[in-house]
């Protein structure tokens, strides 16, 4: 890695299923440490993009830059060692249901890790506890609620520990109470933790709270990038198309720390779209 | 004639296995994703090499995944006991009818040519080198190959194979090899049962309905019975349990479309898997008696 290489580079990244086109010719960098929130339509491609980031599928075409090495390039073997450097919270959060809380949270850790199994208690319990779903350990994931099985799904992509974790839509099918926590502890894993994330979302209010940057992916490309108070301020067409159309109530709007205050948010919000 | 319809299974088997492997696009070590469309239909020529080709490909992965440690002995032994000990009450069910329904037509046949006498010598023969393994695959692995593809279905379709693969672990090594080595454990030992139990079943009623001694009946028997039809008859299990494991979790893997996905999956590993039974047990059968001729 060499100083001013970003830690992903996607270069004219195309993925085709049989003739349909799903990403065509699509560029993104994500820095290290950074949150960059992936917004866009059902069908737009978002999470066929999560899964190449997380080399779970291989593009058609084009690049994937990890630390400056192409992941598309490498063999089986390469690809899984590269693998483990990525975590991924699924949408349906996709834990193992013949397996307990536990034993979710511990089989990265005996799989890909080898960790003897004092090391895998100790750190499958601290992590439990930090995403505060300690008390549900023995539980099967059958019996927890959609909100438990989403933070326990990002319990088992932090247990591992990765450089740089994907939430497919982490709050899909969640109370607003719910998507608020777990935007909180999206938050937190990467103020706490130093995680880059790529956040796959249609939540614009996720997408406003927790990231550090917005891209808005239609038909197959980004077809607009700022941070989230410049991503609102825009005139652009299909950014201003898609925040009215996803019913975003910027009156709903907490602060983000450091940034333009909610109320200075709502003004801006409402000065561009009046002008619009 | 027998050597030359050896020679062409051969030929064709080597023909067809790389061809259908290179007709193979999209089983690399990443797999399968659970966004790509939904597999084509195994009666059209060409999905049929598709799904041939697709299978060869998981079954060459499990096979090299079998030399990487830590071995799946937890898992496999899993397996064992949903694939074999579960299907322990349906086995010898079927297997004691059976044997019944076959002992009872062949002393009412033989009867009318005053052979009732040569009942148990057939019953033994036909139990040990074919109906025994055959039949117990073909209802047993009915139950087996619609579980397997069921449970691994569902898994893709929540996306948990997925997952299994983004927490560094290999689906092929930790869900298809334990079932490929569980099933083919269990094949032979479940073949045995019937084979016991279907005797006895056969043995029981030609005492009680045709007054056949079951001394006698298991007595010629044993005079007809050699180990090469014992042998002829269990060495094919072991194959009839890859098939059954193979086609459950190639049709498991590769299921689309949500619940529906699921049901189509089943069925078609029921399907295919009785099919690929008797259709193998031709091509075993014709080796078998090469190596143990009648």
Not at chain 1, 121 to 143: F, H, I, Q, T
Not at chain 1, 202 to 215: E, F, L, P
Not at chain 2, 113 to 135: D, H, K, N, Q
Request: net charge neutral; charged share 20%; with cysteine.
């Amino acid at each position: 890695m060499t100083a001013g290489t970003p830690f992903i580079a996607v270069r004219g990244l195309v993925k085709r299923y049989d003739d349909k086109v799903v990403l065509d010719d699509l560029d993104l960098t994500v820095e290290r440490g950074e949150t960059v929130a992936i917004i866009g339509g059902s069908g737009s491609g978002k999470s066929t993009l999560a899964r190449l980031l997380v080399a779970l599928e291989r593009p058609t075409s084009g690049s994937i830059l990890v630390d400056g090495c192409d992941i598309t390039t490498l063999d089986d073997l390469e690809l899984a060692t590269v693998r483990r450097r990525f975590a991924m919270v699924f949408q349906r959060h996709a834990l193992l249901d013949s397996m307990t809380v536990f034993d979710n949270v511990a089989f990265p850790l005996r799989e890909a890790e080898h960790l003897p199994s004092s090391a895998v208690r100790d750190r499958v319990e601290r992590v439990l506890r930090e995403l505060g779903v300690d008390g549900a350990a023995n539980k099967l994931p059958g019996e927890l609620s959609g909100g438990m099985a989403k933070r326990v799904g990002i319990a088992r992509a932090m247990a591992m520990q990765p450089e740089l974790l994907v939430y497919d839509e982490p709050t899909s099918g969640l109370d607003p109470v719910n998507s608020r926590i777990v935007d909180g502890l999206i938050e937190r894993m990467r103020s706490a933790h130093g995680v880059t994330s790529v956040v796959i979302t249609h939540d614009m209010v996720t997408a406003y709270r927790i990231s550090d940057r917005i891209a808005l992916l239609a038909k197959g490309r980004i077809v607009a990038e700022g941070t989230p108070e410049a991503f609102l301020m825009t005139h652009q067409e299909t950014v201003r198309e898609f925040a009215q159309a996803s019913g975003m109530d910027v009156a709903r709007l907490g602060p983000r720390p450091g940034r333009m205050t909610p109320e200075e948010v709502r003004r801006a919000w409402y000065r561009a779209h009046e002008q619009g | 004639m027998q050597l030359q319809i050896i020679d062409v299974a051969v030929v064709v088997a080597a023909v067809f296995a790389p061809a259908a492997d290179a007709v193979s696009g999209w089983w690399r070590a990443t797999g399968r994703g659970s966004q790509e469309p939904k597999p084509p239909s195994w009666v059209e020529p060409k999905g049929f090499f598709w799904h041939v080709g697709n299978a060869t490909t998981m079954t060459f992965g499990a096979i090299r995944a079998l030399f990487r440690r830590p071995l799946e002995l937890r898992g496999t032994i899993a397996q064992v006991e949903a694939l074999g000990v579960e299907s322990v009450g349906i086995a010898i069910t079927t297997a004691v009818f059976v044997g019944m329904v076959m002992a009872v037509q062949f002393a009412y046949g033989l009867q009318r040519f005053g052979g009732m006498e040569y009942t148990g010598r057939i019953v033994g023969v036909s139990f040990s080198r074919e109906l025994a393994p055959t039949l117990t695959a073909v209802i047993v692995g009915g139950r087996m190959s619609a579980g397997i593809a069921a449970e691994i279905g569902s898994m893709a379709v929540t996306e948990q194979i997925d997952a299994i693969r983004s927490l560094g672990a290999d689906p092929l090594k930790k869900l298809v090899l334990p079932r490929i080595l569980g099933a083919t454990l269990v094949m032979p030992v479940l073949a045995v049962l019937a084979l016991v139990t279907g005797f006895t079943g056969a043995m029981w009623i030609t005492d009680n309905q045709f007054g056949i001694p079951c001394r006698f009946f298991y007595q010629t028997a044993l005079e007809s019975v050699t180990l090469g039809d014992l042998w002829s008859g269990l060495i094919k299990c072991p194959f009839f349990g890859a098939i059954i494991a193979i086609v459950g979790c190639h049709f498991g893997l590769v299921t689309r479309g949500g619940t529906v996905g699921v049901g189509r999956a089943t069925t078609m590993s029921v399907v295919v898997t009785s099919t690929f039974i008797l259709i193998s047990d031709f091509f075993l059968t014709k080796v078998t008696l090469l190596i143990w001729p009648s």
